[in-house]
């Protein structure tokens, strides 16, 4: 990568990772991301509400490869001594999406005047992280006629540039599950008027946590507790309402809704035995996230041919919500080492390692070659 085009995109990675925007509102994350490339390139610009892509055009070419970031940022307090540190109480950059679009930027550098006998498409993805960015961008590939496409993300407590890829499912599917029951309230010096959900809810969770799943699924299924909800702080009040919140996620798509099936029926069974009303809704509904193997091929090629160290990691927990993209087109995401001593994704310590970009643009380009 030219030394001047690290430069800049190090400059733009510094610059998001000071302004960084939740899902849903990546206003000046998206506008500072066209006017650099503007600024910078001749790429057209192609502009959606609340996401964007950049065109690479060749005269005659035929095959249409695209490139993925995300650019949406945590709901986390930044506590680094940094000078780049947030400038956004309770908002920062701990998921490394600033170093994602700033690396795709730098793609965009390095394409100026070169021919690759290829249409190039830089998608710019906002709210990934709460899985329905992706939902919402996807149109994107019928509407290009897009043949193939790829995407990185950083990988934490890696050696610095090794690149991990995965044949097959690479992330779990998830959701998040909101459980709610309703009674009614009594005095709380008379609780066999009143139906309480606490004894239904407490015991939901106790149940999941007596299940062996491995018994039951093929691939590997988990839930986990996000939150146990009953009653207001009204000491003369028994509870009368709640709600259970769940993370559930599967190695298998299929799996994950069997899942789901499961804790309804539960669920259901346990309210119904005290009479409750209940109800179930969901939200951060991500898919697998399944690789096509052809392409896992050019990234394992594309690391050998540039000399860096490539292995094939295990399936990731969490979800991504590139997996819409896979099953629109052939594609597949390999993953960059941030580093062994880069403290974990989603934690305050965390920052994006800005190395990582070279690697990835690097990656990027020779994916295009082959």
Same mark, same amino acid.
């Given at each position: 990568?030219?030394?001047?085009?690290?430069?800049?995109?190090?400059?733009?990675r510094?610059?998001? /990772?000071?302004? *960084?925007?939740?899902? /849903?509102?990546?206003? @000046?994350?998206?506008?500072?991301?066209?006017?650099?490339?503007?600024? $910078?390139?001749?790429?057209?610009? #192609?502009?959606?509400? &609340? @996401?964007?892509?950049?065109?690479?055009?060749?005269?005659?070419?035929? #095959?249409?490869?695209?490139?993925?970031?995300?650019?949406?940022?945590?709901?986390? /307090?930044?506590?680094?001594?940094? *000078?780049?540190?947030?400038?956004?109480?309770?908002?920062?950059?701990?998921?490394?999406?600033?170093? $994602?679009?700033?690396?795709?930027?730098?793609?965009?550098?390095? =394409?100026?005047?070169?021919?690759?006998?290829?249409? !190039?498409?830089?998608?710019?993805? /906002?709210?990934?992280?709460?899985?329905?960015?992706?939902?919402?961008?996807?149109?994107?590939?019928?509407?290009?006629?897009?043949?193939?496409?790829?995407?990185? $993300?950083?990988?934490?407590?890696?050696p610095?540039?090794q690149?991990? +890829?995965?044949?097959?499912?690479?992330? +779990?599917?998830?959701?998040?599950? !909101?459980?709610?029951?309703?009674?009614?309230?009594?005095? %709380?010096?008379?609780?066999?008027?009143?139906?309480? *959900?606490?004894?239904?809810?407490? &015991?939901?969770?106790?149940?999941?946590?007596?299940?062996?799943?491995?018994?039951?699924?093929?691939?590997?299924?988990? @839930?986990?507790?996000i939150?146990?909800?009953?009653?207001?702080?009204a000491?003369?009040?028994?509870?009368?309402?709640?709600?259970? =919140?769940?993370? !559930?996620?599967?190695?298998?798509?299929?799996?994950?809704?069997?899942?789901?099936?499961?804790?309804?029926?539960?669920?259901?069974? =346990?309210?119904?035995?005290?009479e409750?009303? +209940?109800?179930?809704?969901y939200?951060?509904?991500?898919?697998?996230?399944?690789?096509?193997?052809?392409? #896992?091929?050019?990234?394992?090629? %594309?690391?050998?041919?540039?000399?860096?160290?490539?292995?094939?990691? *295990?399936?990731?927990?969490?979800?991504?919500d590139?997996?819409? +993209?896979?099953?629109?087109?052939?594609?597949?995401?390999?993953?960059?080492?941030?580093?062994?001593?880069?403290?974990?994704l989603?934690?305050?310590?965390?920052?994006?390692?800005?190395? #990582?970009?070279?690697?990835?643009?690097?990656?990027?380009?020779?994916?295009?070659?082959?």
């Amino acid at each position: 990568m030219k030394r001047e085009n690290y430069q800049l995109i190090k400059a733009l990675r510094h610059e998001l /990772h000071a302004h *960084p925007e939740l899902s /849903h509102q990546e206003v @000046w994350t998206r506008a500072r991301l066209i006017a650099f490339l503007r600024e $910078h390139t001749s790429l057209e610009i #192609v502009e959606h509400d &609340q @996401w964007f892509y950049a065109i690479h055009r060749e005269e005659g070419a035929d #095959v249409n490869l695209a490139f993925r970031a995300d650019i949406d940022a945590l709901p986390i /307090h930044e506590e680094l001594d940094i *000078p780049h540190c947030s400038k956004i109480p309770g908002v920062s950059h701990k998921c490394g999406h600033d170093g $994602h679009a700033a690396a795709l930027c730098g793609l965009g550098l390095e =394409l100026e005047g070169v021919k690759t006998g290829k249409n !190039i498409f830089l998608l710019f993805q /906002h709210a990934e992280e709460t899985g329905s960015g992706a939902i919402e961008a996807v149109r994107f590939i019928h509407d290009e006629g897009i043949d193939e496409i790829f995407s990185y $993300h950083n990988e934490a407590g890696i050696p610095l540039g090794q690149i991990r +890829y995965k044949y097959g499912t690479s992330h +779990y599917a998830s959701k998040g599950m !909101i459980i709610e029951m309703v009674g009614r309230p009594t005095h %709380a010096s008379a609780p066999e008027f009143g139906k309480n *959900p606490a004894y239904a809810l407490s &015991q939901l969770v106790m149940d999941l946590q007596a299940l062996d799943p491995q018994e039951m699924f093929e691939g590997e299924v988990l @839930w986990t507790v996000i939150q146990l909800d009953v009653g207001e702080p009204a000491f003369g009040t028994a509870a009368s309402s709640g709600k259970l =919140l769940l993370t !559930i996620r599967a190695e298998l798509e299929r799996e994950l809704d069997e899942l789901q099936d499961m804790i309804e029926a539960q669920a259901a069974e =346990l309210a119904e035995g005290e009479e409750l009303k +209940y109800s179930f809704s969901y939200q951060d509904e991500f898919p697998e996230t399944v690789s096509h193997d052809s392409s #896992v091929d050019k990234i394992r090629e %594309a690391a050998k041919r540039l000399g860096y160290d490539a292995v094939e990691g *295990p399936a990731d927990r969490g979800s991504e919500d590139f997996g819409y +993209y896979l099953k629109a087109t052939k594609g597949a995401m390999f993953n960059v080492g941030n580093g062994e001593d880069s403290k974990p994704l989603h934690t305050w310590e965390y920052d994006f390692t800005d190395e #990582v970009m070279v690697y990835a643009v690097e990656m990027f380009k020779t994916l295009i070659a082959l």
